[in-house]
């Protein structure tokens, strides 16, 4: 930059030095070529600084992906195993036969078949669903009107509530997938309730069916 901005200095010293002499219009042209070397390395520079901060973003953004990606393949070789070992003929017919005799005599019996599928469509252990309607409304005893078996909230405040039963059980499977990943325990679903003994109740539950 220095010597850029002395060009038109280094210019007239060379006149001088070979005998010549520079009018004023070729100094002041001299002074002009030289600060508009300067304003062009300064936009180059610009430029390069830019250029150097989209590389660095473009890096930073290639590696997020890489590990977005990473965690997606976990997240649906996860899921793939659940599902396939959820979905063998033999533990589906024991799992519905498990969950109905669980919830027998209650506002969910028969709901079975419900649960079981939900529960391999959101990828989660299939008795986690029962389980919880048990703690939060005695299976379906309280809040029958509502369809409102898991002790969920509206998005605006209030209670959330279905239209039939197994709305409501597809609905909690997919909310709990989308929270909570693909769940095999209460213990794995911090945040759905504020009882510190939430989680060991629905565990016992869980042993239960």
């Not at 989209?54 to 195993?81: A, G, P």
């Not at 959101?122 to 029958?144: F, T, V």
């Amino acid at each position: 930059m220095i010597i850029l901005t002395s060009i038109w200095v280094t210019v007239i010293v060379m006149a001088v030095f070979l005998g010549m002499r520079l009018s004023d219009a070729q100094i002041k042209e001299a002074k002009d070529e030289a600060n508009n070397h300067k304003r062009e390395i300064k936009l180059l520079r610009g430029q390069n600084r830019a250029l150097s901060s989209q590389v660095r973003h473009l890096k930073e953004t290639s590696k997020t992906l890489d590990q977005i990606k990473k965690k997606v393949y976990q997240i649906n070789k996860r899921r793939s195993s659940l599902v396939k070992w959820a979905a063998l003929p033999e533990r589906g017919g024991d799992w519905i036969n498990r969950i109905d005799r669980y919830l027998a005599a209650t506002p969910l019996s028969g709901q079975g078949r419900t649960f079981y599928l939900s529960a391999v469509d959101a990828g989660i252990e299939p008795r986690l669903m029962p389980a919880i309607a048990m703690i939060e409304s005695g299976a379906g005893r309280a809040n029958a009107n509502s369809n409102n078996f898991f002790g969920r909230r509206a998005v605006r405040g209030g209670w959330a509530s279905w239209t039939t039963k197994e709305a409501a059980i597809n609905n909690q499977g997919q909310y709990i997938a989308k929270m909570w990943g693909h769940a095999t325990n209460p213990y794995q679903m911090r945040g759905y309730a504020t009882s510190p003994v939430w989680k060991g109740k629905v565990a016992t539950q869980m042993a239960k069916i």
